[in-house]
């Protein structure tokens, strides 16, 4: 990355076929890959970017949150390739990333703003005032969305990751063919639940048999209805008791289409304004990394060979 703002390459290495076979990510199958793939990803980022090691100025690396395994994989090859070549390296937050990645985009937004980081592990709600200050004022109680997907597709037979499989199927079916739960609707905060929507799922289930074809699509486009109008709902209500015009949705969950639209929606109708990352910035990927740990730096962040990985590292 070019002056924390302009990427030359963004390479991914997906473990998504190791831990299809069960159902969920397997961590020291993810740490043993990450050790297979972390030098050829490095090797062909410098590649594409038409750079050497020796024009890098920093290196940014993700320190938590995230299974502990895979972030030592990282770390140490940070600390590894700063004594190699005398390049600082800081330690940039999971979670930061997401909410940077927006900095990508020409007309990204400017704090303060009201973050949605919203994936597999988390489902929160960030009040930026400025970039290194978030207070967290609300999230999941339980499942994180992207979980749900998950469990949710696995109850119905569909693939790992769900979040994909749920969605394509939903653009076929009828979300109003079933009146699935939204959890803590009226209370005052701005949490969300998902445990008892992907119960409601298996109820449904158990008492109708699985369904197939365009049964299947109306059950998982009520099932993505259903978590795209809870978290639009406190979303938006957030921002505006919060003062906030400018929204951002972010993580992998970012990318469900109904999810987009939605929020999309509800923030014109409030006339606030929203920013989407694309979909493949959605996803983990290196670019937001680099702008989390650029950043970091500008305000006085260093990193040095006592960082460790911090798998419940907190914003």
Known sequence: MEDGRRVLSDVVSTQVDIHRRWGGVVPELASRNHVVQVMPVLHEALTRAGKRLDDVDLIAVTSGPGLIGALLVGVQVAKSLSLATGKPFVGANHLEGHLLA??????????PFLGLVVSGGHTS???????????LVGSTRDDAAGEAFDKTARILGLPYPGGLPIDQLAQKGNPEAIRFPRALPGADNFDVSFSGLKTAVLHHVKKHGLPEGQGLADLC?????????????????????????????????AANSRLRSLCLERARERGLKLFLPPVRLCTDNGAMIAVAGYEAWRRGLRGDFSLSADPAWRM
């Open 125 to 135: 709600f960030y009040e930026v005032r400025d970039y290194g200050h978030y207070k």
């Open 102 to 111: 927006i900095r990508l985009l020409e007309d990204a937004p400017e704090p």
């Open 221 to 253: 486009a009520s099932f993505q209805e259903a978590v795209a109008d809870a978290l639009s709902k406190k979303f938006v209500g957030a921002a505006r008791r919060l003062g906030l015009e400018r929204l951002v949705v972010c993580g992998g969950v």
